[in-house]
T-cell receptor, first 110, second 114 residues
């Protein structure tokens, strides 16, 4: 099966700085990579996704990059704000089933 | 759209009791997923359905857990008998299509077994 590793497990940044979260996957057949944000006590919410035919995707302050050869993908958040504080999960999928990373707890310090 | 609706939001019950969690997927979605989330194990997929048919239940911990989807708009996850180690947040998610589509999560059921 697929194995997704996510780093770091915790990340603290100053407000306005950038944050980068990295994930690796093991199954080269995986072709869909969503990212979810989960605030404390809330549900995971999709914030951005990328498919394997694309190398990069951007949505305002959030971007995701994918390196299929190296089997890794990353989430980039620029100009971080306190409301970006949450746990972020990456996932890899090659069908209906998502394989989630273990999460990164991001704290943005005002 | 109301999103994925789960009930109850919180459940506290004693060990040995039967627990039933409910989920209404987003209208038109044909795939439904049950997850369990704990600090120790993160997000675990328990079972998922396509067109009301269970496709993969390999994540169901043991025979005490069962899930049904009698129609396109309703699913249940049942634990009988419940044990303290079942305490977790249980999420239901739905998606449209059969592969590589975003899953939309409900608000979860926080289950505490005393």
């Amino acid at each position: 099966g697929e194995n997704v590793e996510q780093h770091p497990s915790t990340l603290s940044v100053q407000e306005g700085d950038s944050a980068v979260i990295k994930c690796t996957y093991s199954d080269s057949a995986s072709n869909y990579f969503p990212w979810y944000k989960q605030e404390l006590g809330k549900r995971p919410q999709l914030i951005i996704d990328i498919r394997s035919n694309v190398g990069e995707k951007k949505d305002q302050r959030i971007a995701v990059t994918l390196n299929k050869t190296a089997k890794h993908f990353s989430l980039h958040i620029t100009e971080t704000q306190p409301e970006d504080s949450a746990v972020y999960f990456c996932a890899a999928s090659k069908g209906n089933q998502f394989y989630f990373g273990t999460g990164t707890s991001l704290t943005v310090i005002p | 759209d109301a999103g994925v609706i789960q009930s109850p939001r919180h459940e506290v019950t004693e060990m040995g009791q039967e627990v039933t969690l409910r989920c209404k997927p987003i209208s038109g979605h044909n795939s439904l997923f049950w997850y369990r989330q704990t600090m120790m194990r993160g997000l675990e997929l328990l079972i998922y359905f396509n067109n009301n048919v269970p496709i993969d239940d390999s994540g169901m911990p043991e025979d005490r857990f069962s899930a049904k989807m009698p129609n396109a708009s309703f699913s249940t996850l049942k634990i009988q008998p419940s044990e303290p180690r079942d305490s977790a947040v249980y999420f239901c998610a739905s998606s449209f299509g059969y592969s590589n589509q975003p899953q939309h999560f409900g608000d979860g059921t926080r289950l505490s077994i005393l």
